[in-house]
């Protein structure tokens, strides 16, 4: 891990774990912890199932990805870097004018304004996943993409974890206030930062925007459809009830927040990083195998939860299996769409897969909750087993084609 990792400066490495830290922290806490804060005061699972509206808003992202491959700073500010300077600067303005609502009488105003952070931090990913797409090559993808999972699930530790602990004795306003200095230090790291000058093909007009469509052109397009859409079913559903499922069973938000929001994304770190070292040793065909069984191990491990064991040490062995089993799988799928990627709209490609699995992910985890509401854990837990399974069979077929590809 070492020798890739000093291909590139130090700092390279660290503005782009802040960046996809940056980009969790504020909807992790809107979309997870709010779930929790919600569900407390007695909102039913079909209503909180509405707060996952605001995933499905960066599941569209790909409808302006091409906009920002089309639309260029002036070299000194740099192409990604200067659109990364203005969706990171709006996060932080959007988060300040969101700790001085009451979440209590002003839920409408609050809901729109994540809407418009959502909408920031969805831009602001497109940037990043093109500056990564440019900077990495395909040897540091592994470990690039290993650091853009613990990146994630270290926003997500934050924000739905720690934020979430501290909030029953800080409040709304300090609670989001901490978000908004958490999104500012990728801030600062992006004054200092110099873009070199890729050469990427300036597409124009209506070219740009077709890109969305001639992508899915390529050959193995159907294979690898196939596991977007399917890969993310099982665990999604899965991680979807873990919070409802300890909430109705009595646990305080502080434990909630404490082993699923921080315990289980600390436990993700390690093993997304450890995903992202065997992609670069191993390669995609055997640490693919590897995520497979870990996926299905993911699931069950809910399925634990699901059946009573809800003593503090049964739910922790639980969650450390589910984070354990479930972030491989979102590094490996991460490097593959960066090798489907090209260099002429790296930010488009990458986005427009990108946004399949993630609406698949997010559309499915409320609608795991819809289920459970109607009817029951147990039996939504048995359907997302199911689809691990057919995930699993899938995910075989379409590695096992692109190595012959190959």
Known sequence: MLDVLSKKPLSVWLLITSLYTSQFLGLSFFSVALVAILREQGASLEQVSSVYILGMIGACKFLWAPLVDRVRFTPKI????GWLLLMQSLMVVVLC????????TAFGSIYLLCIVMAVCGATQDIATDGLVCSLLTEDERGIGNGIQTAGGMFGFMVGAGLVLMVYPSLGWQKAVMLLAVGTAISLVQLVFFVEPEFKIQSRKGWQAATR??????????????????????????????????????LWPLERIGLIVNVFGPAMGIVSSLFAGWMISRLGRGKTMNYCIVM??????????????????????????IHFLGYVPSVTMLSTLM?????RESPATDYTVQFSVYQFFAMGTGGLGMVMAG?????????GAIGCAFLAG??????????????
Not at 78 to 81: D, L, T, V
Not at 216 to 223: A, I, K, N, V
Not at 302 to 315: E, N
Not at 393 to 406: M, P, T
């Open 295 to 320: 996926q299905f191990m993911s699931v069950v491990a809910v399925l634990f939860i699901v059946q009573g064991h809800v003593s503090t040490m049964a739910v922790v062995f639980a969650v450390v």
């Open 97 to 104: 004018f969101l700790a001085n609502l009451d979440v209590t």
């Open 78 to 81: 740099g192409h990604f870097r």
């Open 374 to 382: 109607r009817l029951g854990y147990a039996s939504t837990i048995l």
């Open 212 to 249: 969305l469509v001639t992508f899915w052109q390529q050959p193995g397009t159907l294979g690898w459809l196939a596991m977007l859409l399917f890969f993310p079913v099982g665990i999604t559903v899965a991680y979807s009830l873990l919070t409802p499922l300890l909430v109705d069973n």
């Open 338 to 342: 960066m090798d489907r990627a090209s």
């Open 393 to 406: 069979f899938v995910a075989k077929l379409y590695i096992s084609k692109r190595g012959r590809c190959r």
